[in-house]
């Protein structure tokens, strides 16, 4: 309980804040960074001083359990109320998914939302820690918005915050601290109504139950409390079902990133051995899936593609879908998809931000990345479990299983082969002068011959919104042939050490091409020619990337 006795105290900065980067919807760095002292509080007065609605506004608050929630909750809810927010929303125990915080803010009708988690990235002392913002439209804050945190923050002398007793309080119920009154929520039966709404769980429900066994990891991260709820309580599959369900300070060990490399133990489960038919995992904060079948992993571009071509199977968009939209290092999977149903694609730059206004524009009902996310309009983040639902539920409709879905998806469509290598952790240095070398070179690339066949195009992906108009610039290189094929270089945005090198290959096949090579094998020429072209083992002195997908 907050104790009744408090005041309003103004902190003074010895210096500015400049950690915030312009352009990126919220702050990631290691825990320790986040130890120092007031550290958090200039970032977040930075948001209320940026963000428009303060006075009087609903806020949502919560986050994905890793060590330093619930710290940043009680500091957050005592900063909100010394800056006049009428009321904050959190929850039990303070978890809360990126996608159950973008349906609370909307449901709430939220001025925003800010969820504590660095998303995918290792948890505890020794990892990472972040804030993400959210706007009132559920998904992450417009690069005005951020561009305008940034501003404030390099000029801030002073923060507001109240001084009270610490507040330990994580069960459902109303309190009130100083005129601002806390309200702690269930959080999970918000996020299942709205899934219930979308998709027909008796169907799923039967389906599992007979003889179709799933398994889902939830990597001691956020989405175990919602995978329990969901697959043992309402869909009735055994306990079992959900492994490293509960959210620890420090996922256990585990890395909360769900691909080959990270969720081994559960793609053993499916490649290797034979008790389940499907499985799946979630990142950190369950904004992101991998689905896995019995022997048969699915690239997420192919998962985007097969969602869109089978939208009917599910309720939720019987009426049909309005358009599709992929970030543009997700491979054209579900662009022929979009083109045999008649409706418009949009590549867009990569992060869910650039969604946004498609989405809320009714331009678009499905939209992904190749990094392991999918999501549609029922909220404005990619969304872990929707994903999984949404398979389960073609699986039981289509009686088939993932790898007949995959399959019979290229002999109609084609095969785009594809996959993202990751060289991560290498020196700053290192990864710009690569890129900046690479990006020199791009103007004289035009006609040479790349993966045996010629370069068609090279440039620096830019993007124009088609809703504002907002120019987005030097979005990652493009090598494109001409027989469609690709291979981009990309520097992450989200690592905390030194750089990430992402280098995507991309190479359609059509359905009555070889659709069953190994996508290594089928793309062993881009890969080779990038490595060559670009210098890239020889320059990190990594003879493999850290993770392939
Ligand atoms: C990565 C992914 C990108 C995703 C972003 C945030 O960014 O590639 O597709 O939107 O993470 O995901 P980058 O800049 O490291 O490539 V999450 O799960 O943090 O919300
Ligand atoms: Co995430």
């Not at 999970?188 to 429900?205: A, G, P, R």
């Not at 062993?524 to 990594?542: F, G, N, Q, V, W």
Request: overall charge neutral; hydrophobic content about 35%; charged content about 20%.
């Amino acid at each position: 309980m907050f104790s009744t006795e408090f005041s309003q105290l103004v902190v003074k900065l010895n210096q500015p804040f400049t950690d915030q980067k312009p352009g990126t919807s919220g702050l990631r760095k290691s825990t320790l960074k986040f130890e120092e002292p007031n550290y958090l509080e200039s970032f977040i007065e930075s948001i209320f001083r940026a963000l428009p609605g303060v006075q009087g506004g609903v806020l949502i608050v919560g986050g994905d359990g890793r060590y330093g929630n619930k710290r940043a909750i009680d500091i957050i809810i005592r900063m909100a109320a010394a800056h006049g927010i009428q009321k904050v929303i959190t929850t039990v125990d303070g978890i809360l998914s990126t996608p159950a915080a973008s349906n609370l803010i909307r449901k709430n009708k939220a001025i925003g939302g800010i969820i504590l988690s660095a998303s995918h990235n290792p948890g505890g002392l020794e990892g990472d820690f972040g804030v993400k913002l959210n706007g009132s439209n559920g998904g992450p804050a417009s690069e005005s918005l951020t561009d305008e945190i940034y501003s404030y923050s390099k000029n801030l002398k002073e923060y507001k915050i109240i001084k009270c007793q610490s507040n330990n309080i994580y069960s459902a119920g109303q309190y009130k601290l100083a005129s601002m009154i806390v309200d702690i929520v269930d959080g999970i039966e918000d996020y299942l109504d709205l899934m219930q709404t979308i998709f027909d769980f008796d169907l799923i429900s039967s389906y599992i139950k007979n003889d179709f066994p799933i398994v889902f990891d939830a990597l001691n991260a956020v989405t175990g409390p919602y995978a329990k709820r969901l697959f043992v309580d309402h869909l009735g599959s055994t306990s079992e079902t959900v492994r490293n369900a509960i959210p620890l300070e420090d996922f256990g060990g585990l890395h909360p990133d769900p691909n080959l490399t990270y969720a081994k133990d559960l793609a053993d489960l499916l490649l290797k051995g034979n008790l389940y038919s499907f499985g799946a995992a979630c990142d950190g904060d369950g904004d992101r899936n991998m689905i896995l079948g019995r022997g048969c992993f699915v690239n997420p571009s192919d998962s985007l593609a097969i969602l869109a071509a089978n939208y009917d199977c599910v309720p939720g968009y019987s009426k049909g879908l309005s358009g599709v939209a992929r970030s543009m290092p997700t491979s054209s999977a579900v662009d022929v998809v979009a083109k045999h149903l008649g409706i418009n694609c949009f590549e867009t730059p990569t992060g869910w931000k650039f969604f946004g206004n498609l989405l809320d524009a009714n331009k678009i009902t499905l939209c992904g990345e190749e990094s392991f996310g999918t999501g549609s309009d029922h909220v404005r983040e990619k969304d872990g479990l929707w994903a999984v639902l949404f398979w389960l539920q073609i699986l039981a409709t289509k009686k088939k299983s993932v790898s007949e879905i995959l399959r019979n998806h290229w002999l109609v469509f084609g095969r785009h082969y594809y996959s993202r290598h990751d060289y991560e952790s290498i020196p700053a240095e290192v990864a710009n002068s690569l890129y900046s070398r690479l990006f020199n070179m791009l103007p004289s690339l035009k006609g040479q011959t790349f993966g045996g066949r010629s370069i068609q195009n090279a440039d620096d992906f830019s993007y124009t919104d088609p809703i504002d108009g907002s120019i987005t610039l030097k979005q990652g290189l493009r090598i494109l042939l001409d027989d469609g094929s690709r291979a981009l270089v990309r520097l992450s945005g989200t690592g905390t050490k030194g750089a990430t090198l992402r280098v995507y290959f991309e190479k359609f096949v059509k359905s009555n091409g070889d659709i069953t090579q190994d996508p290594q094998l089928a793309l062993k020429p881009l890969i080779k020619d990038i490595d060559y072209l670009a210098e890239i083992s020889k320059r990190t002195r990594m003879s493999t990337p850290s993770v392939i997908t």
